[in-house]
């Protein structure tokens, strides 16, 4: 499974639209390069318009390897340059986020995790009510526990419960290593500014050659 992290870190409102923007760019090539795109988890920021962190599943039905490549194309420190949609007289126009991949071994992680299946619930009609799809995965060592129903069939449900299992024994793993109550990746601790791997421009977010 390969896992693709985008973060605003602790920049304000336009470096969380540069996510947003990056989010949509992302969209766009894995539809061209027939890789699956599954978001697995967001958390907004305080402006609708924006993210604070993504993080992303991507899936090729050739394997792994042009899913990573695109992955990997978004790994590192970026730089969204241009006037600022939310300050128009600010001067300031650089607006750093970053890319972290993660390759997951879903076999190994499963062998630490226990599922029980249930009923979905909430909306969404006739299919919700009548099947068990649903999943709620244990980890067995440290009881973290998520429930996933937004996918139709149970093995689906399953491999978004372990990218959120991993996602949060990251989180905790940072936690520990910082004494921070709200990290959810060491990344968005250590973004670097002033060496962008990749640079887009405008509310168009045309990259820059």
């Given at each position: 499974?390969?896992?693709?992290?985008?973060?605003?870190g602790?920049?304000?409102?336009?470096?969380?639209r540069?996510?947003?923007?990056?989010?949509s760019?992302?969209?766009?090539?894995?539809h061209k390069?027939?890789?699956?795109l599954?978001?697995?988890?967001?958390?907004c920021?305080?402006?609708?318009?924006?993210y604070?962190?993504?993080?992303?599943?991507?899936?090729?039905t050739?394997?792994?390897?042009?899913?990573t490549?695109?992955?990997?194309?978004w790994?590192?420190s970026m730089?969204?340059?241009?006037?600022?949609?939310?300050?128009?007289?600010?001067?300031r126009?650089?607006?750093?986020?970053?890319?972290?991949?993660?390759k997951l071994?879903?076999?190994?992680?499963?062998?630490?995790?226990t599922?029980?299946r249930?009923?979905?619930?909430?909306a969404?009609?006739?299919h919700?009510?009548t099947?068990?799809?649903?999943?709620r995965?244990t980890?067995?060592?440290?009881?973290?526990?998520?429930?996933?129903?937004?996918?139709?069939s149970?093995?689906?449900?399953?491999?978004?419960?372990i990218a959120?299992?991993?996602?949060?024994l990251e989180?905790?793993?940072s936690q520990?290593?910082?004494?921070?109550?709200k990290?959810?990746?060491q990344?968005?601790?250590?973004?670097e500014r002033?060496?962008?791997k990749?640079?887009?421009?405008?509310?168009?977010?045309?990259?820059?050659?």
């Amino acid at each position: 499974m390969i896992l693709l992290q985008l973060s605003s870190g602790q920049g304000p409102a336009e470096c969380c639209r540069a996510v947003a923007l990056a989010l949509s760019h992302i969209t766009q090539q894995c539809h061209k390069a027939g890789v699956g795109l599954t978001v697995i988890e967001t958390t907004c920021s305080d402006n609708e318009e924006g993210y604070k962190s993504v993080v992303l599943r991507l899936n090729s039905t050739d394997g792994d390897a042009i899913a990573t490549q695109l992955a990997h194309q978004w790994q590192g420190s970026m730089l969204w340059v241009c006037q600022s949609p939310y300050r128009p007289r600010y001067k300031r126009k650089n607006w750093f986020f970053s890319g972290k991949v993660t390759k997951l071994d879903e076999h190994s992680m499963s062998q630490q995790i226990t599922f029980q299946r249930c009923r979905a619930s909430g909306a969404g009609g006739q299919h919700v009510n009548t099947t068990d799809s649903a999943v709620r995965a244990t980890h067995t060592e440290t009881g973290i526990s998520v429930r996933v129903q937004s996918e139709r069939s149970q093995h689906a449900n399953k491999r978004i419960a372990i990218a959120l299992i991993h996602n949060k024994l990251e989180a905790m793993k940072s936690q520990q290593r910082h004494d921070q109550a709200k990290i959810h990746w060491q990344q968005h601790q250590t973004l670097e500014r002033g060496a962008p791997k990749r640079t887009f421009t405008g509310e168009q977010f045309k990259e820059k050659r």
